[in-house]
């Protein structure tokens, strides 16, 4: 029990130390409230429930970084513990004669065991940490020289924010966790103890002077250190312990990972498009900066990083949390930031390397989304500051005058010649609408996917249509470029023409159709079911309208590439290799990165439409080395751009494998004849 002295000490430490974190907190949740929009609070229960969960159960950490993240897992379920420990210590220390729980019981043994045991663990993971940024030096914690960070980063002052926050959870269990032991060299420890009991024997032999003195110094380090550290908390990339919870129970709900938020372009008093200025970022995209956790996994799965542009999602967010941090009582009490964030937050090379494929949305632990602050900056560029690739224009005049990025006057049913493809107008009753897309109306090598995808669908019986003369671009180009103004009018018009025709259901070949359709032209008054091609063909081999394969596995390998907005946008990964392998009897291999984590094409983000930002490779090229290492024959595609990237990598490299769209694959089998070349 603690003195009187000591007593009035810790309580007038406490309260300094809590107004000046209050005043800290405060500030964070102002910066915050300048955001553009408000934060997500409906349906509260459940989603804090579900924050929770992905709280204590660290599943968004597990993907990946297996040890890492396991100690990890000790360290958070640890120091969520000490909660209720720090409680128990207070009270302890002002209560004479009283245990926390008890003395004796299940309840009052399993609080001592459990704090032990866990107390271990997060000594050991923040040890580990600690080595692994100031010993071991892992290269997973650095940016490339290349890679625009805010000059407090290159200062050094993240290692020093790691070794403030590294100490002080030291010092604060390590501190508890002796003065456990020492109760138990003086007699007055509870058990099960079993950790604290065997470092009890360090104590042995000193004077209970010497064992009082040293249970109220502990006592004093482990809760006074908190105070001393409270104030600085805000201000500490340790604020991710209850803003990345917060943030998950904030998120407005999206259809998927890359849906972005439309514009009002209604309002003629607007004169902000998208995001210049740090104020101009919605209010969760704010919140992502404080709960970003710095450990850059994003950038191990960005294909820009990887492939040596000036990209890094997690400098970008770090960046962004240095820029706050900086003027934070400013910007609390209403200041404008002085410099857009190109520049600041993100260099103009880097804000065009991103190929919207979602894996930094994906992967990170706490759930930010760097990959739509990305695109909301290009809508500024694009709207407000008409600064954006000159290539992009192009793109951006053909699909505003001819109704398709490629700039292209001719019908968009030439590829259709021949095979009498039914239209909504000849066939008003049908059952499927197939959207056939830009790239299949107008490129030569995706033409032959619509043809092939003809064929399965007519020797499999489906009452099919295609709009024909009436479809448009779906925008997706438009949007992931930054002109959100054309991709809205763009979305209007085919919603309006989509509408009017009632689908009952629709089926594309293009994965990026299919996520603008079936998961943002909600946000224009178009609800449909939306299907990706093999989806619709492994539905009909399983229903045997069409044959399944009589010699599964007796193909040549096949290996089959993930779309980016097909597998990690869409979550569409069974249908493709269910298609493949009962339906062509292929052997399938994997690559080593496939499913959600598959490695981009290069195309996304409009980068199909530009030439590629400088870096160390290409990333299409990096791509179809991974399919060649799989030593697989073919590989397997299922989207027109994807198709176009690899047959550019492969006649780059001078390499003779097959590149051909599942649809393609599966005719083969229904008509065995010689493969037309691709």
């Known amino acids: 029990m603690l003195s009187t002295f000591e007593k009035i000490a810790f309580i007038l430490l406490a309260i300094g130390s809590v107004a000046l974190a209050v005043r800290g907190f405060r500030h964070m949740w102002l910066v915050v409230r300048r955001g553009s929009d408000k934060l997500y609070l409906e349906r509260l229960p459940q989603r804090a429930w579900r924050a929770l969960r992905i709280y204590l159960s660290q599943q968004t950490t597990l993907k990946t970084r297996r040890l890492v993240s396991l100690l990890h897992l000790g360290v958070v379920w640890g120091f969520t513990f000490y909660f209720l420990v720090n409680l128990g210590d207070v009270l302890e220390g002002f209560i004479a004669d009283f245990k926390f729980l008890g003395k004796e019981g299940l309840i009052a043994g399993a609080y001592r065991l459990l704090g032990d045991v866990l107390s271990l663990a997060v000594l050991i993971g923040v040890t580990y940490f600690l080595l692994r940024r100031f010993v071991f030096g892992d290269r997973a914690l650095t940016f490339r ?44 420890g509870v058990q099960p103890q079993p950790f604290a009991g065997i ?182 560029q694009v709207l407000v500051q008409a600064s954006f690739p000159a290539e992009l224009k192009g793109a951006f005049n053909g699909m505003e005058r001819q109704g398709n990025p490629w700039q292209i006057n001719e019908s968009r049913l030439k590829w259709a010649e021949g095979l009498d493809v039914p239209t909504v107008e000849s066939n008003p009753d049908f059952e499927i609408l197939y959207w056939v897309g830009c790239a299949a109306s107008f490129e030569p090598r995706a033409q032959q996917t619509a043809r092939a995808f003809v064929q399965i669908l007519r020797r499999a019986g489906v009452n099919f249509a295609v709009l024909g003369e009436q479809e448009s671009c779906t925008g997706d180009v438009a949007r992931r470029g930054g002109n959100e103004f054309l991709y809205s009018e763009m979305a209007k018009a085919n919603v309006e023409t989509l509408n009017a025709v009632k689908p009952k259901r629709i089926v594309t070949t293009c994965p990026h159709c299919l996520h603008n359709l079936g998961k943002e032209y909600h946000q224009f008054g178009g609800n449909y079911t939306v299907i990706h091609h093999t989806e619709l063909i492994a539905e009909l081999i399983a229903a045997g309208k069409l044959p399944a394969s009589a010699h599964p596995n007796r193909q040549p390998n096949v290996t089959f ?12 990964i069974k249908a493709p290799r269910a298609a493949l392998q009962s339906g062509a009897g292929v052997n399938l291999v994997e690559m080593a990165r496939h499913g959600r984590q598959s490695f981009c094409c290069g195309a996304g983000g409009a980068q199909f439409w530009k030439e590629e930002e400088h870096g160390a490779a290409r990333v299409n090229l990096t791509r179809y080395k991974e399919a060649q290492a799989t030593g697989a024959s073919t590989l397997a595609v299922g989207c027109p751009f994807c198709m176009r990237m690899f047959s550019d990598a492969r006649g780059e490299l001078g390499d003779n494998m097959q590149i051909k769209d599942v649809a393609e694959i599966i005719a083969e089998t229904l008509q065995p004849v010689a493969a037309a070349a691709d």
């Open 145 to 188: 020289e290349n890679v625009l960070v805010h000059p407090n980063v290159a200062k050094g002052h993240i290692r020093r924010d790691s070794l403030i926050v590294g100490v002080f959870i030291l010092a604060h269990v390590g501190a508890r966790f002796l003065g456990q032991s020492v109760q138990i060299a003086m007699g007055e």
């Open 199 to 380: 470092v009890a024997g360090l104590w042995s032999g000193m004077s209970a002077d010497l064992l009082l003195f040293l249970d109220h110094a502990f006592w004093w380090i482990a809760l006074g250190g908190i105070l001393l550290f409270l104030p600085y908390f805000p201000y500490s990339k340790h604020a991710h312990l209850f803003m990345a919870p917060l943030n998950y129970l904030t998120k407005p709900p999206r259809t998927s990972l890359g849906e972005l938020a439309p514009e009002n372009f209604e309002d003629e008093s607007r004169e902000q498009f998208g995001v210049g200025k740090l104020e101009h970022l919605p209010q969760t995209h704010l919140m992502d900066a404080f709960a970003c956790i710095m450990c850059n996994r994003c950038q191990d799965v960005c294909p820009a990083y990887v492939t040596g542009k000036e990209l890094s999602p997690s400098a970008y967010e770090i960046n962004k949390r240095f820029l706050i941090k900086e003027r934070m009582a400013a910007l609390a009490n209403g200041a404008e930031t002085e410099s857009p964030l190109v520049g600041t937050a993100i260099s103009e090379s880097a804000l065009w390397a991103c190929t919207a494929c979602g894996a930094c949305v994906d992967i990170c632990p706490v759930g930010n989304e760097p990959m739509l602050d990305i695109l909301y900056i290009r809508r500024d």
């Open 561 to 572: 590439h993930d779309p980016c907005y097909l597998g990690r946008q869409n979550g569409v």
